[in-house]
């Protein structure tokens, strides 16, 4: 069992940045792929980014330029690099485990999920 722990999130007001990281409690985190999705008041969960095991990555064309995913794998840690935050970034940001080890942009991919860090940004 694959267990996910997100912190990082908080206030922040428009223009500032965050990051958000994901722990995980296994030993073979590196064959993991991972993905940061969010879920905004009222919407479906969507996905934001996400990273290979061989550290290719994929962001949603809404955070292109602004959000930048990262992982440590000393740590079993997947990082959420969040700049130029807007309004409409404000959502609970959830953490996912890919066993497969490839980046992906559907839920389904992901049998691992954490609870969730909530980020809102509001001036």
């Known amino acids: 069992q694959v267990q996910l722990v997100e912190s990082g999130g908080g206030l922040a007001r428009p223009g500032d940045s965050l990051r958000l990281s994901c722990a995980a409690s296994?030993?073979?985190?590196?064959?993991?792929?991972m993905g940061w999705f969010r879920q905004a008041p009222g919407k479906e969960r969507e996905f934001v980014a996400s990273i290979s095991r061989s550290s290719l990555t994929l962001a949603a064309d809404s955070v292109k330029g602004r959000f930048a995913i990262s992982r440590d794998n000393a740590k079993n840690t997947v990082y959420l690099h969040m700049n130029s935050l807007e309004p409409e970034d404000t959502a609970v940001y959830y953490c996912?485990?890919?066993?497969?080890?490839?980046?992906?942009?559907?839920?389904?991919?992901?049998?691992?999920w954490g609870q969730g860090t909530q980020v809102t940004v509001s001036s």
């Open positions: 296994v030993s073979t985190f590196s064959t993991f792929a």
């Open positions: 996912a485990a890919n066993a497969q080890g490839v980046r992906s942009r559907t839920e389904y991919s992901y049998a691992y």
